[in-house]
RNA sequence: GGCGGGUUGGCGGAGAGGUUACGCAGCGGAUUGCAAAUCCGUGUAGACCGGUUCGAUUCCGGUACCCGCCUCCA
């Protein structure tokens, strides 16, 4: 058996990772809250978790690992996007519009993280389907005085759990000491959080013991974690700005509602995509979609390289140069690998992706595999990083989009190599050269080998540039 | 202010206390009518200052700069 290591944010240490269950290995992602297209920082989890999945799947069988990935689909967010929409004309009440924004968001998420190869996990909640199961876990709270009820909401009491701090390395003094946050004057303590909070009648609430109203964000992870993993499971991931306040009161929670489990044992936190230096973040501005790099022609797989290029405890950009190397490496590689049948992963990519997800690692082995003309290998190898897979296939065939094309291209290598027979006779290479300008100048890669002539389109390839020699 | 992380060759980007990361670009060569593609070869880089060590880019301490979290955030 492998042994995979990875870095616990818990103990900030790499650690040697042994499923509680290896015929059930279970791991719970934090997802998107659902009102806006997911940015390309949002995908980076997606993608990063989706390499881990793969690896504990190769580990430890397709059938033995469960991957559950919720949908925030109740948040003040949500709320704000819906009223703005509201009032930019949709006369449907708030619930209705909320629907329609959460169902359409969740298919462009779906589109979107599909085109980067990712693959769908086990189980993917809808927060507002786990109400009961938050309610339930609420008043298990308040019953275990973990919790308090004040003025229609409901509050955690960050002193029940002595650990509180641990997992975001902070004691609550000094949380306190520099806390930003508002303190709410029915709050026993300024880092006590939200478990439950009232609702206006037009915003979406559910009747509780407590009134009608709706959940605070933290309680929704630890109500589907429990549902659908149990009270203890494996891997915890996100993004590293989640650690806290997310995941430290997700713990919290958790921890307090059931003291005798242990909720997570490994969390694992990507870091930030980066602009220019800086986090990529809606509140900043400085963000582009997924989508939007798919529409400027980026195709998926170029973009997942691009991601994977970076280990995913590093701060990564996305600069077109990355995109530019990694859309020629995987054309190169495609070509490789084209019509070869997957043999065994290599070792050194399982050994790589085992320490702690080191891709950029594996990405290396995958350069020397192709290096070395083990097709069959690369393609085995790449597929586990979830590269080179059918199903990402069919970009690198950029050019001709139609038989037209296709037999225009025919024809011209047909001509060009007779010109060049004829040139070796004659001396004189002026139609040869005059025809391979045309051809380079509409984005045709001219490769004239000891035996033949072979036209391949590259990405800028212009069939209307060829329209002179036609 | 508190806590955490980073600084690697022209660019991107890993691992390892001592032996080539890797990719791209560049340079040299093979090949070519010339190119492209391909193949071969090629780079003592590790922010700065100290310390530990036979030996540190890798461990420890300090300095500088950068980033993240402490408010919603992947």
């Given at each position: 058996?492998?042994t ?9 240490r ?10 059930n290995?279970r791991?719970y ?8 297209r ?5 995908a ?56 329609t ?16 190869g990712t ?6 909640p809808?927060?507002?389907e ?25 509050l ?5 759990w ?22 709410a004057?029915?709050k ?17 609430g559910?009747?509780s013991?407590?009134?009608?109203g709706?959940?605070?964000?933290h ?11 149990g ?8 993004g590293?700005d ?5 995941h ?6 958790s921890?307090?509602?059931r ?17 220019d230096?800086?986090?990529?973040a ?14 400027q022609g ?5 973009i ?10 590093k ?10 190397q ?27 992706l ?29 597929q ?8 990402l296939?069919g ?30 006779e004659s ?10 300008a ?5 984005g ?8 033949g002539?072979?036209?391949?389109p ?5 069939s ?7």
């Amino acid at each position: 058996m492998v042994t995979i290591r990875l870095h616990n944010s818990l103990t900030r240490r790499k650690e040697v990772f042994a499923p509680l269950d290896a015929a059930n290995v279970r791991m719970y992602v934090c997802g998107p809250t659902v009102y806006d297209r997911a940015h390309l920082g949002n995908a980076r989890p997606v993608v990063v978790f989706d390499v881990l999945y793969r690896l504990l799947r190769h580990v430890y069988g397709d059938a033995h690992v469960t991957y559950v990935r919720n949908f925030t689909d109740v948040d003040d967010k949500i709320n704000a996007r819906a009223r703005e929409m509201q009032k930019a004309g949709d006369t449907r009440d708030l619930n209705a519009i909320i629907r329609t924004l959460t169902d359409e968001t969740i298919g462009w998420y779906h589109a979107d993280m599909d085109a980067l190869g990712t693959l769908r996990p086990t189980h993917e909640p809808r927060a507002t389907e786990f109400i009961a199961q938050m309610i339930a876990m609420i008043r298990t709270l308040i019953d275990k005085e973990c919790a308090y009820e004040a003025e229609g909401h409901v509050l955690f009491d960050v002193h029940a759990w002595p650990d509180y701090g641990r997992l975001s390395g902070r004691s609550v003094d000094d949380m306190i000491a520099g806390a930003r946050v508002e303190v709410a004057p029915y709050k026993r303590d300024a880092m006590d959080f939200v478990l439950w909070k009232p609702s206006t009648d037009e915003e979406p609430g559910w009747d509780s013991p407590w009134g009608r109203g709706r959940p605070g964000w933290h309680i929704e992870c630890s109500a589907m974690a429990e549902e659908l993993l149990g009270p203890s499971f494996d891997i915890h991931g996100g993004g590293l700005d989640l650690q806290f306040p997310h995941h430290e009161n997700e713990m919290a929670q958790s921890c307090c509602a059931r003291p005798d489990a242990c909720f997570a044992r490994y969390w694992l936190h990507n870091e930030m995509v980066q602009v220019d230096g800086k986090k990529m973040a809606k509140s900043l501005g400085n963000f582009f979609t997924v989508r939007d790099l798919l529409d400027q022609g980026w195709p998926g797989e170029v973009i997942r390289f691009v991601m994977l290029q970076t280990h995913y405890r590093k701060p990564m950009d996305w600069t077109e140069e990355k995109g530019r190397q990694a859309r020629a490496t995987l054309q190169k590689w495609r070509a490789q690998v084209a019509g070869v049948t997957p043999a065994e992963v290599h070792p050194g990519v399982v050994a790589a992706l085992s320490d702690d997800l080191n891709t950029a690692g594996a990405i290396a082995e995958l350069h020397q595999l192709s290096h070395a003309s083990d097709a069959s290998a690369l393609l085995a190898s790449a597929q586990i990083l979830g590269l080179l897979t059918p199903a990402l296939s069919g970009w690198e065939q950029a050019g001709p989009a139609d038989k037209a094309d296709l037999s225009l291209l025919d024809d011209l290598s047909r001509r060009l190599a007779q010109a060049r027979e004829r040139a070796r006779e004659s001396k004189d290479f002026s139609e040869v050269d005059r025809l391979k300008a045309a051809l380079v100048a509409a984005g045709v890669e001219v490769r004239m080998s000891r035996d033949g002539v072979e036209l391949v389109p590259g990405p800028d390839y212009d069939s209307a540039k060829l329209g002179a020699l036609a």
